[in-house]
């Protein structure tokens, strides 16, 4: 093995000071498979030197298209030890979702489940840059014959486990690709060391302070390590973070391959979890359900966290309910932002709209024209935060220049999302500016009035949107799913949301839908919410 004296704060780097440290520790869990920090470690290595074998090397782009899977993992671990950059594809794409990413972030190669050898023969011819293709055998017999994919665990097979690789440095990329719930994804560019600093561990979320050095999460772990389990699919950011995070000090992480809430369960107990991560309303109400169906032990959890989506407050009660002995921390931030704020949740505390945080160092709020906001109660702004912030969009200068601006002579990242300050100076998040509906005047934040809507008990999901009105412009509406055998009334709905918010936050208009539009990780799918509402006809509440 090969070691330097200046190591740098590189993911790959922080990833191998844990195998040093734990070798023997079980690293990750996918079903029924499982591997120690050591075998990690040496699939990562083998499958690193095949890739480099056929070209790949540093600033290589390599997408890596799989639900959760060890493979996954140890496919994003690989381009980083080579220098080169994991793209994450997202396994809901069609063709032309696929053909624009594919080309818009520059792929060289790709890892794919053999599940997907349909789609990746269509896509192959109109992306001439993507050379060389992996296979990850997942049990369906899709075939990847005609474009030359090479199976993943022969690919293992000729690489060398060794770890000789180029020294790293802390300005290596890593590059996330955004949900692209409003239009195509962007690529949000990330400097290593900026991306662990924000996300992975490189500071300590509570108080700001920053970890000393490369060694330190490592050594920690030696002593003892927490079991977690992200329940997102790895295509998103706060899954690959969790993930990441874990492994940085030595913790198993342990994954379900696509989310499921009785296999979440089941893999709680049968791998006694103690810290569940999710994503808000969207994976905790199945979650909750799921629990009272069955018969699970999910007393070794001490801790779920929830990161990048609505978690609203009667959720949160209803899972304290059902595991009080539980501490809820609730995560505000975004892919371009990275960390901004945490909250802790107990039993019967108000938080009537979005996630109240407290604000991290680095973050503030900003006027619609850039300017700071005086933290005061009930003051709005848009939340900006500064610091480790990402380089910029891969191939949108435009973009770039548009959310990544100078304040005070300091640059901060202002992705879009507006929050207010409360009388003790915590923050509420209100939700993205660009779905604010704006109805005679008023502000609507969608995520406030979705909190409101699902708080009634016969409501699963809900989104919020707002559709053109002659009088006020826009009208606040939206998208509800009922829970599964539930009648709603409308009147009673009404009515309770109207002892949640003000009058003119109650939608006016309400579709009924069987299942909501969202991505797979849980992230609200308003164009989707959009183009249900102009398919069907509403039911109309007049105003009272």
Avoid at 112 to 125: I, T
Avoid at 289 to 303: L, N, Q
Avoid at 482 to 509: C, F, M, N, Q, W
Wanted: charged share 25%; net charge negative.
């Amino acid at each position: 093995m090969f070691y330097f004296e200046d190591v740098a704060l590189n993911i790959a780097d922080l990833l191998e000071h844990a195998v040093d440290a734990v070798p023997e520790r079980i690293a990750v869990v996918c079903g029924d498979r499982r591997v120690t920090f050591a075998e990690l470690e040496e699939r990562a290595n083998r499958l690193a030197h095949h890739l480099a074998a056929h070209g790949v090397g540093p600033g290589s782009h390599i997408g890596v298209y799989s639900r959760n899977s060890i493979e996954a993992l140890e496919s994003m671990i690989a381009a980083y030890k080579l220098r080169a950059i994991a793209v994450n594809v997202n396994y809901r794409y069609v063709h032309g979702e696929l053909r624009y990413l594919f080309d818009n972030a520059d792929l060289v190669a790709l890892v794919h489940e053999r599940g997907y050898s349909d789609k990746v023969a269509a896509v192959l011819p109109e992306t001439p840059k993507l050379k060389h293709v992996v296979v990850v055998d997942d049990g369906s017999d899709g075939d990847y014959s005609s474009y030359g994919g090479v199976d993943y665990e022969a690919a293992l097979a000729e690489g060398s486990p060794e770890r000789d690789f180029a020294e790293r440095s802390a300005d290596d990329i890593y590059i996330l690709y955004t949900g692209g719930t409003t239009g195509y994804p962007k690529g949000v560019l990330w400097r290593h060391e900026d991306i662990w600093r924000a996300l992975g561990g490189g500071i300590n979320f509570v108080t700001g302070e920053y970890v000393p050095d490369e060694w330190t999460l490592a050594e920690q772990g030696k002593s003892g390590s927490l079991v977690r389990l992200p329940a997102a699919p790895l295509i998103h950011g706060a899954a690959q973070w969790a993930a990441f995070g874990a492994l940085f000090t030595g913790s198993p992480v342990v994954f379900v391959p696509r989310f499921d809430a009785h296999e979440v369960w089941k893999a709680v107990q049968d791998n006694k979890v103690q810290v569940l991560t999710i994503v808000g309303d969207a994976m905790a109400r199945p979650l909750i359900d799921a629990y009272r169906e069955g018969d699970y032990d999910a007393s070794s959890i001490v801790a779920v966290s929830s990161h990048a989506a609505l978690f609203s407050q009667s959720v949160k009660q209803e899972f304290l309910s059902l595991l009080p002995h539980v501490v809820i921390t609730d995560a505000i931030g975004s892919s371009e932002s990275g960390f901004t704020g945490i909250g802790m949740v107990s039993k019967d505390s108000d938080h009537s709209a979005g996630p109240r945080v407290n604000f991290g160092k680095d973050a503030i709020l900003v006027d619609d024209d850039g300017a700071l906001v005086e933290p005061k109660p009930g003051a709005i702004g848009l939340i900006a935060r500064r610091g480790h912030v990402p380089l910029g969009y891969y191939k949108d200068p435009a973009k770039t220049e548009k959310i990544f601006v100078e304040i005070d002579g300091k640059r901060y990242v202002v992705p879009g999302d507006y929050a207010r300050y409360e009388e003790d100076l915590t923050v509420t998040l209100l939700g993205r500016g660009s779905q604010c509906v704006n109805t005679g005047g008023e502000k609507v934040y969608p995520e406030e009035v979705e909190g409101a809507l699902k708080s009634h008990p016969d409501v699963f999901d809900a989104l919020v949107i707002g559709i053109p009105d002659d009088r006020l412009g826009q009208r606040v509406a939206a998208v509800i799913q009922p829970r599964s055998g539930k009648e709603l009334d409308v009147a009673a709905l009404e009515a309770h949301v109207r002892t949640e918010i003000a009058g003119y936050k109650v939608p006016r208009s309400l579709w009924l839908a069987e299942e909501i539009g969202r991505s797979p990780s849980g992230k609200p799918d308003y164009p989707w919410a959009q183009r249900y509402a102009a398919e069907h006809e509403p039911i109309t509440i007049q105003p009272a």
